[in-house]
């Protein structure tokens, strides 16, 4: 496969834009396949062209905190050092479940600037357990 950088340069080479590098990322909070989650995610981004970057999952309690998940913090370096331009998820929820953190998130992405999609429009099914909102989630 070729390196990014390769690809970089064939894409400046033909003259058509450059392509949009991606990040996947799932909270697998039920029992769901990563493997197969993580694989229609890819298929979303590879239809709409894009590169994957790399593809992350945790394994939390969707109603956790970004910052207190394992793996979200590379997610986040990455779109912060804009080594991707854009996060594909299967649901909103799996990033940030309660409002406040949502108006959070979306005001991150705009001023980075960054993108998320998302496989479904509708929010993810209720957690088992339920937890008051709390403050606010980084």
């Known amino acids: 496969m070729p390196s990014l950088r390769h690809r970089n340069i064939a894409s400046a080479s033909s003259g058509l834009p450059e392509r949009v590098t991606v990040v996947l990322y799932a909270c697998i909070y039920d029992s769901r396949d990563p493997d197969n989650v993580l ?28 910052g207190a998940r394992q793996v979200w913090p590379d997610v986040e370096r990455l779109l912060r050092t804009r080594e991707v331009e854009g996060v594909v998820a299967p649901a909103e929820d799996e990033i940030v479940f309660y409002p406040q953190s949502k108006a959070q998130f979306r005001e991150m992405l705009l001023s980075l600037p960054a993108f998320a999609s998302y496989l479904a429009h509708k929010s993810a099914p209720e957690p088992t357990r339920s937890r008051s909102e709390g403050g606010s989630e980084r």
């Not at 694989?39 to 109603?63: G, M, P």
Request: glycine share 0%; no cysteine.
């Open 39 to 66: 694989e229609n995610l890819r298929k979303h981004a590879e239809a709409r062209d894009w590169i994957v970057h790399s593809a992350l999952h945790d394994v939390a309690d969707i109603t956790s905190s970004r």
